[in-house]
């Protein structure tokens, strides 16, 4: 288990990968974003983005499981105050193999409860060639050593 002295600015994670199936991008796109371009390839290749793209809400989801699977699981989480950043640079795409890379911004014990600290990282989200397709800060709220007991 992992806790907020853990994560000093400067330290590194890195995430994935994560394999981007179209059945997936569709059905995301059916429950929670329906644009044409996120359902059907045809549409997708009509548009701007030239082919079936994840909704930028499929893209933060899979950023949010890549997160708990690679740093969250295994820490003192004590949920999030927010994400202040958040920006969908390319999109992603059926077949896509995402990696996350967090660089920890800034770590700080809270003022008011002493039991726990703040911890914000800047994330970036690149495919298989290297190509940045989300960025993102969050801020975690982790325990502190000792006191989970």
């Known amino acids: 288990m992992q806790y907020f002295e853990d994560f000093p600015a ?5 995430m994935g990968p994560f394999h ?10 059916r429950q929670f974003d329906p644009q044409p371009f996120h359902l059907d390839e045809e549409a997708g290749k009509k548009s701007l983005f ?8 499929h893209t ?19 949920g999030s ?9 390319k999109p992603v795409r ?3 193999a995402l990696r996350l890379q967090g660089v920890v911004a800034a770590s700080k014990a809270s003022a008011s ?18 190509e940045t397709k989300l960025r993102m800060t969050a801020t ?6 000792g006191a989970a007991a």
């Open 10 to 14: 400067g330290r590194r994670l890195d």
């Open 20 to 29: 981007v199936k179209a059945e997936d991008t569709i059905r995301f796109a």
């Open 50 to 57: 030239g082919g079936l793209s994840a909704s930028g809400w």
């Open 60 to 78: 933060a989801a899979i950023g949010m499981r890549m997160i708990f699977d690679g740093f969250l699981k295994d820490t003192a989480s004590q």
């Open 81 to 89: 105050p927010g994400i202040p950043k958040l920006r969908w640079t």
């Open 94 to 96: 059926p077949g896509d």
């Open 113 to 130: 409860k002493p039991d726990r600290g703040f911890v914000t990282i800047d994330y970036e989200m690149q495919d298989q060639q290297g």
């Open 140 to 145: 975690h709220l982790l325990l502190r050593r």
